[in-house]
């Protein structure tokens, strides 16, 4: 490991959603602050620097991980994949489009770390239960949307649910969660 | 001519009538959601900085309540990259107090001068090239505090007792108002029942997952200022941070970004923050950036208003409430702050509810306290009405014996009387509540609901059912606040009313439409329903219309009611860019009926075409038409307006100022909520679990069916954090204690259950579409209706929130076991510390060494200090008085503390005191220990007891790990006496998991 000095800024490079990206950050840097503020890649967005909201979940090595928690010293020479990396060709994911028809965002802000999450966890738990999904989903603070439509979108692209979000009236639906 | 024949919303003609699909009233998903989803969409934070721009960090009281006594800059402003200190004698130079809604002698400037009067309150700015530099600057700055005692709580406010906050008003209630509607005594001596209830709102908010953001200039040639943030409005806030700022309103120009991170009215309260930015710009001649950060804005930024109730009601004896006496105090914070009383009087036209209450009497307090400024917060003042009049209708019908959905279908206003006129003034626009509530039970399954209570009962276990039924109002008067003022003081400020919404429509020359609205948007799809308005007006495609959000109060159309609050959007806004793009397509069909030989009545729009009724082959393209204007003016006819640009506003015709009798219409129309919970509590853990839940809306006509479920199931999942979980904590002493997400506890996705969601549609007939609002009312509704579950479950009154299991605990629970006899036996307490919530011990070590040897040591300034965990010399002071520098870390975080310390009660070689106490950026602490020494055959028994308090950010974030920090610092203490004292090497071999984990981020040494 190399030794580091608290009073100047060290390279540092990693592999940005497939592009190699390098900046300088001094060891106590966030990773979180590293790629939004050095990187320019503003798709992680930064809720509660604790590690209890999840809103800067990124992938680092292919495994979640809070960027606010990191520091950006510690993923020199990593893999970082963030929100910006879903539709590389600017189309977007089964997932996305699930959140976008089951509207699973309101504000957002929270809705990349819950992205690079759940790209890591259906990879690892492609059927996830309902409570399975939940308890995962707690990893997450979501202000707006009662993550109602967050877990009808994963349930759907997981092939648990109707997909159908064109229903007008929930009266009658029985979709996931409901109690 | 190429721009027009490649419009982009040009279609070939159709041979029959071109037609386009509704869209106002479809489930449209959201246009927002895939600049959003890629990590496209910018935020505040995300948007570029000006070069040499600089960061500030601000540096915070960690008392409740102290005067300073001075404030010493100069060794953070020597530091490296800082570039300016500002603290509240700028504020006095280029600011001015913030406007007070009452008239009562307080002063509130954005930076403290001379007293600190809540935990948090911004004290000084460091301004340096980066935040990180600037954070380290805090810690060099020295404050002086001389703390204060504090008040806690609207009982103690309402007592009287304690030192008054502003000296100047003399009383910790700044405000009481009378108000009396119908005839209250008569009402009472006819009823056969007069039943009242208590109930006390707790301090909670909806925290946005965005905190503020600011970014400020100064133009000093122009003394103008250029502010971009994420406030939300209301506007009415404008002029209150242009006259802090001494400047005309033309001079604060405020921009507002294209994405906001959710508000919920929070975002209102980043007002102060433009202000000081707006000096802090000023005072270093360079832009200013300042983000908030989780700790701050969960201490600092904003709060719903705690609120205490007495209601008395006059009941017959079926359970109609005849009249009804009400009292309510706002616990508003340490300061008055714009908008509020808002919260306090934004219900005043529902006082009553849904119900035909046709008498009242009401008194209003303002009672300030050491807390945060309360301000907007989702629901506003609806959550704090609702818990009070919903449980008395659960009460009445407890105390009557009766079904409580009876005493609710009896007493709710029938729908022959709609429009109904409420006791105090308010106009109840629309609907057939009995039918709603109907409804609502038979489709949302009550009798299996009782049906499974019977069953629980049978076995033992805790189920309950509640319910609530609820007025939701939207789209605010702007002249109800000044109801708080008496008819006289109104008659000398001028009337105030209305609620101006405004919307541009404009035309390109390709013939793209462009709508642009002050609404400032925080997630609720403003960009998609406006886009449906807008393309149904035009028979427009959705992506032929482009909405812009972002904000500029310098080029855009605007009015003290701009914002997002209050549901405003729907009926308001919507409604405004609906009026717009009709008068927009009225001009365009007078163009188009003169080239087409047709009456402009017999002009039609559909299909990207503008043809005629009656020959639908008479067409234009739209973008045709449209671009017209821009391209050939010159052919118009005379007297023929080009139809390039349409700017509306509105105004809700029913909403007056107030009368002279106090009769107001606080808000333009009033949807209905109803809900049913059933719940079960845990007998074991004492945990809530919502069983079902049925919510049942009527929020007039419904514009996207996903948006309004989306703000239904966002409403409930704060509103079962404020019934079970969310609670701003703070010490007896004034400590805020609530500092992270692990102690302000947000409900997860494991917590929050799916509602069942039902719909009626009456539409308003005050507002253009006939929507009104609907983001708000289970925020009003559900926290009763889950207390009234709660309530049913265990057969008792539930007067407060949130609902925590130890709350529960302490209703369900027999008395905890007495503490063992022989443990009270102990030692004499330490003193204890005024104000100290006391971080509590006691213990004993066996020192190898004599007492007198132990006694040397503890004597000795350079022994003493190689003993005091990270103490690096003592300084002496006095006799056995020294000051010192103590770095001390606890949680995640470590402070640099300026401390004193003293040896007292010296008893030589037996006994002593050890007291210290310090301060930092991170708060103060103070301590004393007093500790015995006795000989024993292994050397000196020292039996030590302490007390001790922490107080500021490390109370704030570290409250969980005080208790065992404190012990840790304590056993370091005592290993070193002992390895000093020829024992064994002080125990550093085996550090804690989490001193390892600071040492491996570099946090701890």
């Known amino acids: 490991m190399p030794s580091l000095n608290a009073q100047t800024k060290h390279p540092v490079t990693i592999t940005l959603n497939d592009g190699t990206r390098t900046g300088h950050a001094s060891p106590r840097m966030l990773l979180s602050d590293f790629l939004r503020h050095e990187l320019g890649a503003h798709g992680t967005k930064v809720g509660c620097e604790h590690g209890v909201c999840g809103a800067c979940t990124i992938r680092l090595d292919g495994v979640a991980a809070r960027a606010c928690l990191t520091l950006a010293v510690q993923a020199d020479g990593r893999r970082v994949d963030t929100v910006e990396g879903l539709a590389p060709d600017g189309r977007m994911t089964t997932l996305q489009d699930a959140f976008n028809r089951h509207h699973a965002l309101q504000c957002g802000f929270c809705t990349a770390g819950i992205l690079m999450s759940l790209s890591d966890y259906l990879e690892r738990v492609p059927k996830p239960t309902e409570t399975e999904l939940r308890d995962m989903l707690s990893g997450h603070l979501c202000r707006c949307t009662g993550y109602a439509g967050i877990v009808r979108a994963v349930m759907d692209v997981t092939g648990q649910a109707s997909g159908n979000a064109d229903a007008k009236d929930a009266s009658g639906r029985k979709e996931p969660g409901h109690v | 001519m190429t721009a027009l024949t490649k419009a982009p919303s040009e279609l070939a003609p159709a041979a029959a009538a071109p037609v386009s699909a509704a869209l106002i009233g479809q489930p449209i998903p959201r246009l927002e959601d895939a600049a959003i989803l890629t990590g496209q969409a910018r935020y505040t934070d995300d948007l570029p900085i000006k070069p040499g721009t600089l960061h500030a960090a601000i540096l915070r009281s960690p008392h409740a309540h102290a005067e300073i006594l001075g404030i010493d800059v100069q060794a953070a402003r020597a530091m490296k990259g800082v570039a300016a200190v500002v603290t509240g004698e700028d504020a006095k130079r280029f600011a001015a107090p913030f406007l007070v809604g009452v008239r009562a002698p307080m002063e509130h400037w954005c930076l403290a001068v001379d007293r600190v009067r809540y935990p948090g309150e911004p004290v000084a700015v460091v301004l340096a090239d980066d935040r990180y530099l600037a954070e380290d600057a805090l810690d060099r700055i020295e404050v002086r505090y001389r703390p204060l005692p504090v008040v806690m709580s609207i009982d103690q406010a309402l007592s009287g007792d304690g030192e008054p906050l502003h000296p100047a008003v003399g009383s910790n209630i700044v405000n009481t108002r009378p108000f009396g509607y119908g005839d209250v005594n008569a009402a009472f001596e006819a009823a056969e029942h007069r039943i009242s209830t208590t109930v006390q709102y707790p301090r909670n908010s909806c925290t946005p997952m965005e905190c503020f953001v600011v970014m400020a200039d100064y133009d000093q040639a122009d003394g103008a200022y250029e502010v971009l943030s994420n406030f939300s409005g209301p506007f009415a806030i404008h002029p209150v941070m242009a006259k802090a700022l001494k400047v005309p309103g033309s001079k604060l120009r405020l921009k507002l970004p294209p994405n906001s991170g959710g508000s919920f009215g929070n975002k209102q309260a980043v007002f102060p923050y433009i202000v000081i930015m707006g000096v802090c710009a000023r005072v270093a001649g360079r832009p200013v950036k300042w983000v908030e950060d989780r700790l701050e804005h969960l201490m ?59 008498a009242l009497d009401v008194v209003n307090r303002l009672a300030v306290t050491n807390k945060t400024p309360t301000g907007l917060n989702r629901g506003f003042g609806g959550g704090q009405l609702y818990f009070a009049i919903e449980r008395l209708m659960h009460r009445i019908a407890v105390t009557l014996g009766l079904d409580p959905l009876d005493v609710i279908r009896r007493n709710l206003v029938p729908a022959a009387e709609m429009p109904y006129t409420t006791a105090s003034g308010g106009i109840l626009d629309s609907g057939d509540f009995l039918a709603a509530v109907e409804a609502a039970t038979t489709d949302g399954g009550l009798d299996e609901l009782k049906a499974r209570r019977d069953k629980a009962r049978a076995e033992g276990r805790l189920y309950g059912i509640g319910y609530a039924a609820i007025v939701e109002p939207s789209i605010s008067n702007m002249g109800y606040i000044t109801t708080v003022l008496t008819a006289d003081e109104r008659r000398k400020a001028g009337p105030k009313n209305g609620a101006q919404a405004s919307a541009t429509v404009s035309v390109d020359p390709t013939g793209g439409v462009t709508v642009t609205v002050a609404s400032a948007p925080q997630g609720q799809g403003h960009r998609t329903v406006l886009s449906q308005v807008v393309a149904e007006v035009f028979g427009l495609r959705l992506g032929d219309i482009a909405v812009n959000t972002e904000f500029d109060t310098a080029k855009d159309a605007w009015s003290i009611a701009a914002g997002n609050y209050s549901s405003r959007f729907a009926g308001a806004v919507a409604g405004t860019a609906h009026i717009a793009a009709t008068r927009l397509r009225d001009k365009l069909a007078k163009l188009a009926a003169s080239q087409l030989n047709v009456t402009p009545e017999d002009i039609r729009f559909a299909g990207g075409r503008v043809f005629a009724a009656g020959n639908p082959d008479n067409s234009l393209s739209f973008s045709r038409v449209a671009a017209a204007g821009h391209w050939s003016p010159g052919t118009l006819a005379d007297g023929t307006e080009a139809a390039l640009r349409e700017t509306a506003f509105w105004t809700p015709p029913p909403l007056k100022a107030p009368t002279e009798a106090d009769i107001i219409n606080s808000s333009a129309c009033y949807g209905f909520v109803f809900d049913i919970c059933a719940v079960e509590i845990d007998p074991v853990t004492a945990q809530v679990r919502i069983d079902k839940y049925v919510t049942m809306h009527d929020a007039g006509r419904i514009l996207n069916p996903l948006m309004v479920e989306g703000q239904i199931l966002g409403a409930f999942a704060h509103a079962v954090g404020t019934a079970l979980y969310e609670e701003y904590a703070y010490g007896s002493d004034g400590r805020f204690l609530s500092g992270t997400f692990a102690d302000y506890l947000v409900p997860t996705a494991c917590e929050v259950p799916v509602p069942v969601m039902l719909h009626r549609e009456s539409p308003s007939p005050f507002t253009p579409l006939g929507a009104k609002g609907v983001g708000e009312g289970n925020s009003m509704s559900t926290p009763v209706c889950i207390a009234n579950a709660v309530a049913d479950a265990l057969g008792m009154d539930i007067s407060t929130l949130p609902l925590t299991p130890a709350r529960i605990a302490a209703l369900i629970e027999k008395p905890e076991v007495a503490r063992p006899a022989s443990l009270d036996a102990a030692p004499p307490k330490a003193p204890a510390i005024a104000g100290g919530r006391g971080l509590q011990g006691e213990g004993t070590r066996t020192v190898p060494a004599s007492p007198e040897q132990v006694w040397a040591i503890l004597l000795d300034p350079k022994e003493l200090a190689a003993l005091l965990p990270g103490c690096d010399a003592l300084d002496l002071a006095g006799p056995n008085a020294y000051r010192a520098e103590v770095v001390v870390g606890i949680g995640p975080v470590r402070a640099r503390y300026l401390a004193e310390v003293e040896l007292t009660d010296l008893d030589p070689p037996r006994a002593l005191t050890l007291s210290g106490r310090g301060s930092s950026a991170l708060g103060f602490g103070e301590g004393s220990g007093h500790v015995t020494l006795e000989a024993t055959a292994d050397g000196t028994r020292v039996v030590y007891r302490y007390d001790a308090a922490v107080g500021g950010k490390v109370a704030a974030v570290g409250g969980r790990m005080l208790d065992s920090a404190t012990r840790m610092l304590i056993g370091q203490f005592f290993d070193r006496l002992i390895a000093r004292a020829g024992g064994p090497a002080a125990v550093e071999t085996s550090p804690s998991l989490l001193t390892r984990l600071l040492r491996l981020l570099g946090l701890r040494p």
Not at chain 2, 310 to 338: C, F, K, P
């Open chain 2, 300 to 358: 600092a930024a904003t709060s719903a208003t705690a609120r205490r109730t007495d209601l008395e009601a006059a009941v017959s004896g079926d359970g109609r409430i005849l009249g009804l006496r009400m009292e309510q105090t706002d616990d508003v914070g340490a300061y008055l702050r714009a908008p509020e009383p808002a919260s306090l009087y934004r219900n005043h036209g529902n006082l009553t509810g849904a119900y035909r209450i046709p």
